[in-house]
C-alpha cells in the first residue's frame, strides 16, 4: 500500500459512482441510498472508536506526564472549538459553496456545470477529505477514504442520474484538493514523533464520532469548527511533554 492510495481509490468511486448513476441511477430509490448511508454512519462511529482507543496507547501515555493524556486532547478541542467558532469556518465553508455556486451557474440553466460545481463541493468541502488524507499521509491508514469513497460512490449515483458527465469530472478537484492534504501529513508524518501522532489521531477521532452523529442524523455537530484542534493537538502535546 502507498501513500495517495486512498484518494486514487476516492476518486475512482465517484467515476464508477458517475457513470452508474448515469445509465441507471433512476433504478436506486432515495430509500436505498438513506440505508446506505446510515449504515455508514454506524461504520463511521466504530472507525470513531478506533482512533480514540490510542487515547490509551502506551506510547502516547508515557510520553506526558501521569493523567494528562486526555487533559491533552480536552484543551485541543475546547481551544480549536474557540478558534474555529471564532472563525466561523463551518458557516464560511457553506458560503464559499453558495458563491462558487452562484459564480459559476446562478440560474442552473447548465447541468453539466450544476453537476460539476455542485458534486465537487459536496465532495471537497467537509472534515472527512481533511481527516482522511492526512491519516493516510502520516501513515495512519486509508480506512476513512475509503468510507468517504463508498459515500461519494452512492452520492455519486444521485447526482449523475440528473445532472450527467459535469458529476464524474468533479472527481477532479476533489483529487487536487485531498492529495494536498496527503502531502500534509506526509510532511507531519516525518518530522512529528509518534505521542503527537497519537494526539492527530485521538482528536481526529473525536471529530470523526461527530461525523458519525450528523450521518445518523442524532446531531448536527458543526465538525468544521472543530478541525483547528487536529492542529493543536500535537503542538498541544509537545508542550505538555515538557512537563513529564
Do not use: C
Not at 480536552?74 to 481551544?79: G, P, R, T, V
Not at 482522511?132 to 455519486?156: C, W
Not at 483529487?175 to 516525518?190: D, N
Not at 450521518?215 to 513529564?244: E, S
Amino acid at each position: 500500500m502507498f501513500t495517495g492510495l486512498g484518494t486514487i481509490i476516492n476518486v475512482l468511486a465517484i467515476l464508477v459512482g458517475s457513470g452508474i448513476g448515469i445509465f441507471a441511477g433512476s433504478k436506486f430509490k432515495e430509500e436505498t441510498r438513506e440505508l446506505i448511508t446510515t449504515a455508514l454512519g454506524f461504520v463511521t462511529l466504530l472507525a470513531a472508536a478506533d482512533a480514540i482507543r490510542h487515547l490509551w496507547n502506551k506510547d502516547f501515555i508515557g510520553a506526558l506526564p501521569k493523567g494528562w493524556a486526555i487533559l491533552a486532547v480536552l484543551a485541543s478541542l475546547l481551544l480549536g472549538a474557540l478558534i474555529g467558532n471564532a472563525l466561523a469556518i463551518e458557516k464560511r465553508l457553506e458560503v464559499v459553496g453558495i458563491s462558487l455556486k452562484n459564480r459559476f451557474d446562478p440560474n442552473g440553466s447548465s447541468p453539466f456545470v450544476d453537476g460539476f460545481v455542485s458534486a465537487s463541493l459536496l465532495f471537497v468541502i467537509g472534515p472527512m477529505a481533511i481527516l482522511g488524507s492526512i491519516s493516510d499521509g502520516t501513515g495512519a491508514g486509508i480506512d476513512l477514504l475509503v468510507l468517504k469513497s463508498i459515500l461519494d460512490g452512492v452520492t455519486s449515483i444521485a447526482f449523475a442520474a440528473t445532472l450527467g458527465w459535469g458529476v464524474a469530472v468533479s472527481a477532479l478537484p476533489v483529487g487536487i484538493y485531498q492529495f494536498a492534504w496527503t502531502s500534509v501529513g506526509l510532511v507531519l508524518g516525518a518530522v512529528l514523533p509518534d505521542y503527537q501522532i497519537l494526539a492527530m489521531t485521538v482528536t481526529g477521532g473525536i471529530l470523526l464520532l461527530g461525523i458519525g452523529l450528523r450521518m445518523l442524523k442524532i446531531k448536527q455537530v458543526p465538525v468544521g469548527n472543530l478541525l483547528p484542534a487536529l492542529f493543536l493537538a500535537p503542538m498541544i502535546a509537545a508542550l505538555l511533554h515538557n512537563f513529564n
